[in-house]
């Protein structure tokens, strides 16, 4: 069974910074492009950022380069997602998911995500 597990957000001021990680299992990690989700109130999930199978390809989303930085440990079957300079507006639930298009509506079944709260 394929499970996905994010954590490491929490409330932060703006200006910090958080650390999300996305533990997989139930899949063969290191063979799948990975990409990190979010889903702010009142907005449907948006794209956030990939990774390739092996971290040598990295795409962002706009509003978040230069600030965000994904990253991956195929050892350790996670996907990482270091957010700094944080913003009211990056307020939501993050997820993470296998694969490397930009719809969200392209994805299978989603984790629980870990939400993210950043005071003005």
């Known amino acids: 069974q394929v499970q996905l597990v994010e954590s490491g957000g929490g409330l932060v001021q703006a200006g910090g910074s958080l650390r999300l990680s996305c533990a997989v299992s139930?899949?063969?990690?290191?063979?799948?492009?990975m990409a990190w989700f979010r889903q702010v109130p009142g907005k449907e999930r948006e794209f956030v950022a990939t990774?390739?199978?092996?971290?040598?390809?990295?795409e962002y989303a706009e509003f978040v380069k230069g600030r965000f930085t994904i990253s991956r440990d195929n050892a350790k079957n996670t996907v990482y997602l270091q957010m700094n300079s944080l913003k009211p507006e990056d307020t939501g639930v993050y997820y993470c998911?296998?694969?490397?298009?930009?719809?969200?509506?392209?994805?299978?079944?989603w984790g629980q995500g870990t939400q993210v709260t950043v005071s003005s």
């Open positions: 998911n296998f694969g490397g298009s930009k719809d969200p509506n392209q994805y299978g079944a």
């Open positions: 139930g899949r063969t990690f290191s063979t799948q492009t």
């Open positions: 990774i390739s199978r092996f971290g040598g390809n990295r």
